[in-house]
């Protein structure tokens, strides 16, 4: 029995914000970004809007696409770093928001890992039949991170400038991550056929705590008492901290090696996928992957250019966008990976159901 994606869904929030509107609110350029990530534009939620309203929107798109009810999920998995509120997580908003049952409902949080993670562990309940039906959704808004101050109203078009000085200066300080990431929603839908040779077959998963200092963020945790405190907001630490250049180096390294084992695992090559569905974290280092694994551009497609990082959505937004393009053909080979914080990576390949 295999377990295979039946429907997919999106959401992403309907305001951009390009390089150029970033460039008038802090010391950064259409030129430095795109030619550094490959980032272009990035959807932007508006305040109100947290992770378990656009991962509920992305359910719903995909239970129409999978012509499922709500009724017929057993397990929902929820991927986010960006939740709604400390606590509890979206699992239980994203449930009741979607009309679900009084399921398991759970959340991950393995960042721009948590996609593969999820996958991987929607497959081992369908495969173990716990489960006969599961939707994985990952899903941010990463905009709260975002120390743009009062030049959120120059974004949104709300007044023209001119930009305050003080939130220039924050904007600035923080462009070396803030850049980078954007908001949106993916889904997918899971179930299980009865041809074994299809849906999911092998997959790696891989931790390296040793790694967690690479992007963190320290502030507002239980080891600190109280967990929250102005001292810790005035030490910026509820801002992300990055090591951009190792960060680079291990995404480089860690998924190609995750790659190249599965496909030992499975006694397959890299000759035989047809569709590498890569996080989407930096164009360069999509092409740093392409090249270590020896495949064409063409075989690992990014979309990174308009959405930058959606950290937990990036692997199903892009799945979505290749499934309408009709790139997940009968019969072929998809091998999905991912790097992040934690760190935690890995790969998975799927047989797509259907013969060639
Ligand atoms: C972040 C990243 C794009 C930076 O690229 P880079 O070529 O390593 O650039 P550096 O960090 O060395 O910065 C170079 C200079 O640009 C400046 N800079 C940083 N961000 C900038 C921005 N948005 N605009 C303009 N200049 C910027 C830096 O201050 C630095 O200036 P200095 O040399 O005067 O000190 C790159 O390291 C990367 O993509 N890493 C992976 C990040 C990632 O994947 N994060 C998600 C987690 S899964």
Same mark, same amino acid.
């Given at each position: 029995?295999? $377990? ?11 305001r951009?914000v390009?390089?150029d509107d970033l460039s008038a609110i802090m010391d950064t $350029? ?14 932007i939620?508006?305040p ?18 999978? %012509?499922? /009810? ?20 979206? /699992? ?44 994985? @959704? ?5 905009s709260?991170y975002m120390p743009y101050g009062a030049s959120w109203e120059i974004l949104r078009g709300e007044r023209p400038g001119p930009v305050d000085p003080v939130d220039h200066a924050a904007a600035t300080e923080a462009r070396?991550?803030a850049v980078?990431?954007? !908001? ?7 179930? &299980? ?17 040793? +790694? ?25 630490? +509820? ?21 190249? %084992?599965?496909? /030992?695992?499975? !006694? ?5 996928? $047809? ?37 937990? /959505? ?33 790969? $998975?390949?799927?047989? @797509?159901?259907? &013969?060639?």
């Amino acid at each position: 029995m295999g $377990s295979v994606i039946i429907g997919t869904g999106v959401a992403l929030p309907s305001r951009v914000v390009t390089n150029d509107d970033l460039s008038a609110i802090m010391d950064t $350029s259409d030129e430095w970004i795109r030619s550094r990530t490959g980032v272009q534009q990035r959807h932007i939620a508006d305040p109100g809007v947290g992770a378990s309203d656009l991962a509920a929107e992305a359910v719903a798109e995909a239970l129409r696409n999978a %012509e499922m /009810a709500p009724q017929d999920v057993d397990v929902l998995i929820t991927a986010t770093m960006t939740p709604d509120q400390y606590a509890p997580g979206i /699992a239980g908003m994203v449930q009741e928001r979607s009309g679900l049952g009084h399921i398991a409902a759970f959340d991950l949080r393995q960042q721009c890992g948590g996609y593969l993670y999820g996958l991987d562990l929607a497959d081992a309940l369908l495969a173990s039949g716990k489960a006969r039906c599961v939707v994985v @959704v990952g899903a941010e808004v990463h905009s709260g991170y975002m120390p743009y101050g009062a030049s959120w109203e120059i974004l949104r078009g709300e007044r023209p400038g001119p930009v305050d000085p003080v939130d220039h200066a924050a904007a600035t300080e923080a462009r070396g991550w803030a850049v980078l990431f954007g !908001d949106g929603a993916g889904a997918a839908v899971l179930t &299980t056929e009865e041809d074994p040779g299809t849906g999911f077959i092998g997959s790696v998963l891989r931790t390296d705590g040793s +790694h967690a200092d690479l992007i963190e963020v320290l502030g507002v945790g239980f080891r600190h008492q109280p967990y929250v405190d102005t001292a810790q907001l005035e030490a910026r630490a +509820h801002w992300p901290s990055m090591n951009g250049m190792e960060l680079f180096r291990q995404a480089v390294i860690c998924m190609p090696a995750a790659v190249r %084992e599965v496909l /030992a695992e499975t !006694d397959l090559t890299i000759d035989d996928v $047809s569709l590498v569905i890569a996080h989407q974290a930096n164009d360069r280092i999509l092409d740093a992957v392409r090249k270590q694994l020896g495949i064409d551009a063409e075989l690992i497609p990014s979309n990174i250019a308009r959405y930058g990082n959606t950290t937990a /959505a990036t692997l199903p937004i892009l799945l979505h966008e290749q499934q309408a393009a009709g790139r997940i053909r009968p019969g072929s080979l998809v091998c999905f990976t991912a790097f992040g914080a934690g760190a935690h990576w890995g790969a $998975s390949l799927y047989r @797509v159901p259907g &013969t060639r």
